[in-house]
C-alpha cells in the first residue's frame, strides 16, 4: 500500500514556499521554511526506527550485542571472540582459535549476565563455538 501522508507533506511544504515566496520575496522565504522545518535527527535514531520496522526482535538484539561486544566481554576476549547468532534465547560467540573454548567455558555466566544486562534479557544460554574461518578477526 503506497504512503500518501509524504507526498501531502511534499505538496504542502511547495504551497508554504510558494505563499512565502509571493509574501516575502525568495530569500526571506527560504529563511523563514528553514526556520518552521522539523530539525536534523541523528541517522542512527533513523536507522533504529527502520530497523525495528524491518527486522524480527533477535535479530536486533544480535546488532546490538554486535555493537557493544567489546564493552561486555572487555577488550582483551572481544579481540579474540565475535557474536555470532543469537536464536531461542542461545547466544553462540565465534572464538578465533579452538584452544580457546575450553578457557572460555568458564567466563560463561558472566558474560550471560553482561549480555543480558545489555539487552535487557533473553539470553538464556552462551555457546562458544569456533569461527568459521570468514569472521572479522
Known amino acids: 500500500m503506497l504512503d500518501r501522508s509524504k507526498y501531502k507533506e511534499m505538496k504542502y511544504r511547495k504551497l508554504r514556499r510558494d505563499m512565502l515566496s509571493a509574501w516575502y520575496g525568495e530569500e526571506i522565504a527560504r529563511t523563514e521554511i528553514v526556520a518552521c522545518s522539523p530539525r536534523p535527527r541523528p541517522i542512527h535514531e533513523v536507522m533504529d526506527e527502520l ?34 547468532g543469537f536464536r531461542d534465547g542461545i547466544l553462540n560467540v565465534e572464538v578465533r582459535h579452538s584452544a580457546f573454548l575450553r578457557e572460555l567455558a568458564e567466563t560463561a555466566d558472566l558474560l550471560r549476565s553482561r549480555v543480558n544486562a545489555a539487552i535487557g534479557g533473553g539470553c538464556r544460554t552462551i555457546r562458544f563455538i569456533p569461527s568459521s574461518g570468514t569472521s572479522r578477526h
Open 51 to 84: 530497523g525495528a520496522q524491518v527486522f524480527q526482535p533477535e535479530t536486533l538484539q544480535r546488532i546490538e550485542l554486535e555493537r557493544a561486544w567489546e564493552k561486555i566481554a572487555g577488550r582483551q576476549l572481544a579481540a579474540l571472540t565475535r557474536v555470532g
